[in-house]
């Protein structure tokens, strides 16, 4: 059985592996603030959860995820800059649960991941993606940033390749998601779940001490621990929300919201 939310599906299989599924196929699994808070919820709960020992992100429909939802976009446009920060608080928030997570994490993605889509599986230790999946970190287009997802994206592309996607915002395929790093591995989808069955195996032949142990080894070895997570956040956080207010962000939000064509 599934356990009761609006926005995902959460179920537990006996093998100690947690499924979190994002159900708004209608919008190709779009964020919007039950989502981001649904989310957050389900990851801090599993994180504290003796039985749970992976973690698998998927989605509903077509998409993993599209990014951000048109009618947050909306009250985006509309917010203060304090009301943006509270609210790019919130989705830095989630990010963190996720990447500093003391679970596996497993993300399997299909059809869009766009923007916070990214970010989601740049926070996963697994990404799984699906041979016709596209991805893409868009935000420029609008006049925008890409800045709470950026420390997971950085740390999952590099600091050149990251200057790069920002500031062109192109559409790229799953094959080069994985030159650049965000994904781990792409195959046909007849493959994807013999392939996360062979990691689940592995991944129950370690400890569990050992594996959460691995995950914080490498953000001690990488210089960047969850407080210091915190803190990056204060800035990325802030960044966007004066983005959004800008000129320039309102430009580019009310343009795509009201369909007209943008010119830089």
């Excluded at 940033?145 to 050149?160: K, L, N």
Aim: net charge neutral; glycine share 6%; proline share 2%.
């Amino acid at each position: 059985m599934f356990n009761t939310y609006k926005t995902i599906q959460l179920k537990n299989d006996k093998n100690g592996v947690a499924h979190v599924i994002m159900n708004r196929p209608e919008v190709h699994n779009a964020f919007n603030a039950q989502m981001i808070e649904e989310l957050t919820a389900v990851f801090n709960a599993l994180n504290d959860n003796k039985n749970v020992q992976i973690i698998m992100l998927s989605a509903n429909g077509k998409s993993f995820s599209a990014g951000a939802d048109i009618n947050w976009m909306k009250s985006m446009a509309q917010a203060t800059e304090d009301e943006n920060k509270a609210d790019s608080e919130k989705l830095a928030a989630l990010m963190r649960t996720i990447n500093f997570n003391a679970k596996t994490t497993i993300a399997k993605v299909q059809g869009l991941a766009l923007g916070g889509g990214v970010g989601l599986a740049c926070c996963c230790d697994v990404v799984v993606a699906e041979t016709s999946a596209r991805f893409g970190l868009t935000e420029a287009k609008l006049g925008l940033v890409p800045a709470v997802i950026s420390p997971y994206v950085i740390d999952a592309i590099g600091t050149r390749k990251a200057r790069r996607y920002f500031q062109t915002a192109e559409i790229f395929d799953a094959a080069r998601a994985k030159d650049l790093g965000i994904v781990s591995e792409v195959m046909d989808l007849d493959e994807i779940d013999s392939f996360i069955d062979q990691q689940l195996n592995l991944l129950s032949e370690t400890g569990p001490n050992a594996k959460e142990i691995s995950k914080k080894l490498v953000m001690s070895v990488v210089g960047r621990t969850l407080p210091q997570q915190k803190k990056i956040d204060e800035y990325t956080t802030q960044v966007i929300a004066a983005v959004r207010v800008s000129a320039e962000g309102q430009q580019g939000l009310n343009a795509f919201l009201n369909k007209k064509p943008i010119k830089w």
